[in-house]
């Protein structure tokens, strides 16, 4: 993996130069925010329901060994093969010892973040393994060969041109089809065969249950059933951070994981897998990848109780303008701004400033991570390990010096009203000024607040104390 | 040291959070507790599942004939309906492939989300043929109903029983192509509930 700072601001400057793109992608996101906020107030439990997620998810975190143990005990007693592994390359090896066991040679998948995290397919394909994406948007995104844009609709950066283009080249199928129908159904036409012929299965798991030794899958478009249920063998990759103690809490996070996302009820497909079925065999790999390093973080633990619904994508102003694609990796929006740093803290130093700190995903998280908080806490980190590039450190540091001290803010502030009503646009907007890029900079003002007040109130408000004492 | 003690190890060590400081709540029943027909009606028509009506003297193998007069192919693991083959006729996969209509029985239904389960013993252990067919239709009594997911997993003992349990709520899906909703997307194409008594 590359080490070089993801240059988001860039990459998202790039995206809003086509205005089909930028504002169907702003308006989709928001359209499910909206959907999202109509399901909540149908609820008057919502708020009691965000709570007790929270709250079970960070019971689970602070007994997470315990949990884990039994969940092993109970799934192997059920059956099914527990492996465990540190981190991506290890999670890799074991799939394809599996498979080689097998002679298997067709992995079909279910969407699930963490293979992407894994960089599970460019270990596979390498090795004569053919890895088929079986959920649309997944597909269309590794046809693509770009990472999925968002936790919930991977390619929803795409039009329907793009994906007709995509299609046309890898499925034949017409360049010029208008219809979404149309491309779904040629969706449904390539997978089927592929699904019919697959070795091996794969799917994620939403959420882990210690109690049964289960795991549950939450989907819409039917491929997760197909792609586990066909093949003799089927693999699922688990985040060991998904657990929940007991079935009866799956009913705290099914009411909120669909709404939160698309502003569903439900999603069409949620699927309970306990066991090997008749004739099969099922494997599940539990995944640390970092996961057990956030968990020793103070500021950063809590982002572990993530249901990856993405709500705080899809309210999030910046993430709505700047598009998945720009923030270089599997996770993206706010979510990924705060997780992305502890998988790479150089590479991803860029992705916490990708925020207006409007607290907006904090207050829609169905868990209630306190995500903008830690945005603020990674920006600090960074700073104090030099991951910010030299012209914001630089600037950071002179602002914090005026901001400390009244008399210099005000004398400079005072200054700046004539440099702007005087001096020319160059010496304004140029690369020390990022944020005049998209945006004019305030008008000047006459005067300013603290003048005014010496003016108008101090001398008024000093009078009357001395007339009461 | 293994992958499974190293991980469980740095766990315990390092982890922030501490188990006294955390207590799990108790489980608690929440939200609206209606188990109507109506509401579970309303439920799974938002989630595009249709109803199907069945008028005096009509057998449920004629509601089902009735909703898909053209078919040639109707499969059935429900003694209620003859169908043109059982589920347990299916041999391959490719079979399965063709069938049009499946006709399933499901033991309970959620009103909050108008959702059906499915398990491998309704299935006959066929579990991905139920979803190769182009149409699922399945039939479900009317006394069978729980209000919403809380109470779904307190009463209901296949979600600790079954190994495979689908809890299907309308037909398969997608809206990941210009956020267009489709009806009918890998999975069934649709899916229509009879009742039963």
């Known amino acids: 993996m590359s080490n070089k700072p993801v240059k988001h601001a860039q990459a998202a400057a790039e995206f809003l130069e086509d205005d089909p793109h930028r504002l169907f992608h702003d308006e989709r996101l928001w359209d499910m925010r909206q959907k999202r906020d109509q399901q909540m107030h149908g609820m008057p439990e919502w708020q009691e329901l965000r709570d007790r997620a929270s709250r079970i998810k960070e019971h689970t975190l602070a007994n997470l060994p315990t949990y884990l143990e039994q969940f092993e005990e109970n799934a192997r007693r059920n059956g099914i093969h527990v492996h465990w592994a540190r981190d991506g390359a290890e999670h890799n090896r074991i799939v394809a ?276 908080e830690q945005i603020y806490d990674w920006r600090r980190v960074l700073a104090e390990k030099h991951d910010i590039p030299f012209v914001k450190r630089e600037i950071m540091k002179m602002a914090g010096r005026l901001l400390a001290q009244p008399r210099l803010y005000r004398v400079s502030i005072e200054g700046t009203e004539v440099a702007l009503k005087t001096m020319p646009r160059f010496v304004l907007y140029n690369y020390l000024n990022p944020w005049g890029k998209h945006r004019e900079l305030p008008h000047p003002v006459k005067e300013t607040f603290n003048s005014w007040y010496r003016k108008n109130r101090l001398k008024t408000s000093t009078k009357k104390e001395h007339e009461s004492a | 040291m293994s992958a499974r003690n190293t991980i469980l190890d740095k766990l315990r060590r390092n982890r922030v959070p501490r188990e006294d400081d955390y207590e799990l709540p108790p489980v608690k029943i929440l939200g609206d507790l209606d188990k109507s027909i109506e509401r579970f009606e ?117 979600f600790k029983t079954a190994f495979y349990g689908v809890l299907m709520s309308g037909p398969s899906a997608t809206a990941d192509i210009q956020g267009v909703l489709i009806r009918g997307a890998q999975g069934v194409r649709t899916l229509s509930l009879i009742w039963t008594s």
């Open chain 1, 97 to 372: 010892e599996i498979m080689g066991k097998h002679d298997a040679k067709s992995l079909i998948k279910s969407k699930s973040m963490i293979t992407d995290e894994c960089e599970m397919r460019e270990y596979l394909e390498p090795r004569g393994i053919t890895v088929t994406e079986t959920d649309l948007g997944e597909r269309i995104q590794q046809l693509d060969h770009q990472l999925p844009s968002h936790v919930v609709v991977p390619a929803v950066q795409k039009l329907t041109g793009d994906v007709a283009k995509i299609f046309a080249k890898y499925y034949g199928t017409d360049p010029n089809i208008k219809d979404p129908h149309e491309l779904a159904e040629a969706q449904r036409e390539a997978a089927r065969p592929v699904l019919l012929s697959g070795d091996t299965g794969m799917t994620g798991g939403n959420f882990i249950v210690a109690e049964t030794g289960g795991f549950v899958v939450c989907t819409n478009e039917g491929n997760a059933d197909l792609s586990s249920n066909l093949p003799n063998v089927h693999i699922a990759t688990l985040g060991i951070e998904r657990l929940v103690p007991r079935v009866e809490d799956l009913g705290v996070f099914v009411r909120l994981l669909s709404r939160s996302a698309l502003g569903s009820p439900i999603t069409q497909y949620t699927t309970h897998f306990r066991g090997p079925r008749k004739g099969g065999e099922m494997h599940v790999i539990l995944v640390d990848n970092g996961r057990s390093d956030r968990l020793a973080m103070p500021q950063f633990w809590s982002s572990l109780k993530c249901i990856r619904c993405g709500a705080c994508m899809n309210t999030c102003p910046v993430y709505r303008r700047s598009g998945g694609q720009s923030y270089g990796s599997v996770y993206s929006g706010p979510i990924g701004a705060i997780i992305d740093p502890t998988f790479n803290a150089k590479k991803f130093s860029t992705l916490p400033f990708a925020s207006t700190m409007n607290g907006s995903c904090s207050n829609v998280c169905p868990v209630e991570i306190n995500i903008h």
């Open chain 2, 42 to 158: 309303k439920s799974l028509q938002l989630m595009g599942g249709e109803v199907l009506p069945q008028r005096d003297g009509q057998t449920i193998e004629d509601v089902v004939r009735a909703r898909f007069p053209n078919t040639t192919s109707i499969c059935s693991a429900v003694p209620e309906v003859e169908g043109t083959l059982k589920i347990t006729d299916l041999k391959t996969h490719e079979q399965s492939n063709e069938v049009d209509v499946m006709v399933v029985r499901s033991p309970f239904g959620i009103a909050e989300m108008g959702s059906i389960f499915l398990s491998e013993v309704e299935l006959f252990d066929h579990l991905a043929d139920v979803h190769l067919a182009q149409h699922l239709v399945v039939l479900l009594s009317r006394e069978e109903l729980t209000a919403n997911m809380h109470t779904a997993y307190r009463e209901r003992s296949e």
